[in-house]
Each structure stands twice: as C-alpha cells, then as structure tokens.
C-alpha cells in the first residue's frame, strides 16, 4: 500500500471547491471514471467540464461510490514491494484517462501539437522509445515550445540518457540515418517522418553544447523555444528540484497534474505557480476519494495514523487539516487488457507551424 498526505485549502479560482496540497507519498484500495465526453480541442468546453464536476464533488462522489459497489472490485493492483505490477485497463479507462489530460491542456498552452509520434511512445522497447523521441526533438528544436515527464525524477532520466547517446543521437542527425540498433518497427516509422536527410549544421550544433564541460541550463540551450518544464515537482519529487532548475537554465517548473498508475488525481488550476505553492483541486470522477485525518507534521513526530482514526470523505474535509488520501478504484475489477509499456515519460509539443 502506498500513502499520501495533503492538506485541505480553497481556491480562489474555482469557488466552492477543495485543493489539496501534495506532501508525501497513498492508500490505493482497489477505478472507473466518469468525465463526460467533450471536445478536447475547445478549451472553453475543457474548462466547463472543470467546473461542472468540481462544483458537483459529492453527488459525483456518490455515483462513483455505487459504481464501485455494483462491480465490486476486489482485483490488487499497482505495486508490490516496490515491483510494478501489471494494472488492468479498460479502452472506457484510457479514454477517460485522455480526457482526463485534455482538461489541464488549455491551462498551460492554448494550441499545441504533439512533436514526438505517439507510435514512438508506446513502443515496448523503453530504450528504443527513448532514444527516438530525443531524435525527433532535437531534430525539431526549433519547433518545441514544452519539456515535460510525469514525474521530475523521469525527466532527469531522460537528461542521464542523453548524456549517454548524444554523440549517437549527432551522427544519425549527421547522417540522415537512425543507428542500426533501432529494429522496433513503430520506432523506425516515427522517426523516419522527421529524420528525412542529413543536417550536418544541426549536429556541430548540438554537438557542441553537449560536449561543453557544464551541463548547466543544456535544456533552454538546446531547444531555445521553450517556454517551461512540465512534471509532478511536489511531495517526493521536491528533492528533484535543484537538479531540475540547473538543467533548465531557468525555465519554469510547471505541475499541472497529479495522479499515480492506478487513477488520475487532481489539476492545478494555478499551473504557473511556485513548486513551493502548488496545490491540486482533485476530480471527484476520477475515483471514490477518502481521507484519513492525521497530525499535522505526523511524518517527523512519529505520529501513527491507524491509532484513532477518522475517515471523511472529499466533501467533509476540512480546511487546514492535514490527511492521508485513500483512493478506491474500479479498474481492478475489469477484463485485463494487455498492457502497453511506455517510454520513462519524455514528453514535447510545439506549437503548429502557420505557413
């Protein structure tokens, strides 16, 4: 089981609502979601959905809460013993999780364009994955407005992978050619839409900020376009930080989400803010959310949550409390699909060329 504290406040941009801010690391029970479908293009029909189902947060929670009973999912899932375990997902489930993301899309830019071919991030070879969607982004730097991995610790593996592979990554460049190591075939065809002839010119020049002594601020030099670094930078990822800003060369951290492997969480609805003051307003359709009220600071006080305990749910908490959220979900309950691996997170888009 994994735990996660948060601290219950307002927010001055949805009225009536709760956000919560993310301290430490669970309890996942056991997810069905429930966003209805919208157009994920629009942002205003984006941000109507936001309000609409965080205005509702206990009506939603109730329906989510018979849904689960109804199923009764009983079906383990996430990690044991610090090994991932294979999670049952539905094609209902991933939709929901892709709309999930679309409503935090118009927060941070109002267009954009995926850089990197989704058949690339789905490849089940992590390293292949890697090394190709750092090929497409190099080769479009100039096109690439955000930087982003799910987690901060995933971003700076990527930044560990590239210091591995740039030499590699500046030959094919060079060449026109990817390395005879790719073999995936969805890896092959993704990059071949982008690295379509050599650019010796492009190569000298990456090639000479990567074999700068000081990696300091590699990412702002090496796709000067860049308007920020998106990634969960709170609870465990705050240790991330300083590592991150080096690399960034200033960019800002942006936290627009949070969520875990089982279900999506919340939204930052302020995703320009200081990692220090990030909160997440949660999205009660996500999944049925419980809180296990605990003594502030408990992690340094040695304080154990099970002595006493009191359970509210998300439309009781109150504010300036502090609790662990327990999350139950439906997934666990549904016909297991096979599961697709991806790549540890690298995420671009750009804005469109208008021509």
């Known amino acids: 089981m994994k735990k996660k504290s948060v601290q219950s406040e307002t927010h001055p941009a949805l009225p009536g609502t709760r956000t919560f801010r993310h301290t430490t690391p669970f309890i996942i029970k056991n997810q069905q979601t429930m966003l209805p479908r919208f157009d994920p293009t629009n942002p205003l029909a984006c941000m109507s959905v936001l309000e609409d189902v965080t205005s509702n947060a206990k009506q939603i929670q109730d329906s989510v809460l018979e849904a689960i009973l109804s199923r009764n999912a009983q079906t383990d899932t ?26 935090y899309a118009p927060l941070v830019f109002k267009d954009r364009v995926q850089v990197s071919p989704h058949e690339i991030s789905t490849c089940v070879d992590t390293s292949q994955a890697m090394y190709c969607q750092l090929l497409c982004g190099l080769v479009q730097r100039e096109n690439v407005a955000r930087l982003g991995a799910p987690f901060a610790s995933s971003f700076l593996k990527v930044i560990n992978f590239l210091e591995d592979h740039w030499t590699a990554l500046c030959s094919n460049i060079r060449t026109g050619r990817v390395s005879d190591w790719i073999t995936d075939a969805q890896c092959v065809s993704g990059v071949s839409k982008f690295l379509t002839a050599p650019n010796p010119d492009l190569a000298s020049l990456i090639e000479k900020e990567c074999s700068k002594t000081s990696w300091e601020g590699i990412v702002k030099r090496l796709w000067p376009k860049a308007k920020c670094i998106e990634a969960v930078v709170t609870g465990s990822m705050v240790q991330y930080i300083p590592l991150l800003e080096f690399y960034g060369g200033g960019l800002p951290l942006i936290s627009s989400w949070y969520g875990a492997s089982e279900c999506f969480i919340g939204i930052n609805v302020d995703p320009l803010s200081k990692p220090c003051d990030v909160s997440y307003t949660i999205v009660p359709s996500m999944a049925y959310f419980e809180f296990l009220e605990v003594e502030k600071d408990h992690q ?32 666990g309950n549904a016909v297991r699909n096979e599961t697709k691996s991806y790549s540890p997170g690298l995420m671009w888009s750009g804005r469109p060329n208008h021509t």
Do not use: C
């Open 78 to 103: 996430g990690t044991s013993g610090g090994y991932p375990k294979l999670i049952p997902l539905t094609a209902e489930d991933m939709e929901q999780r892709i709309l999930f993301a679309s409503l």
């Open 300 to 331: 340094e006080t040695g304080h154990n949550p099970t002595k006493n305990p009191v359970v509210v749910d998300l439309a009781d908490v109150k504010i300036g409390h502090d609790y662990e959220l327990i999350i139950t979900t439906f997934s």
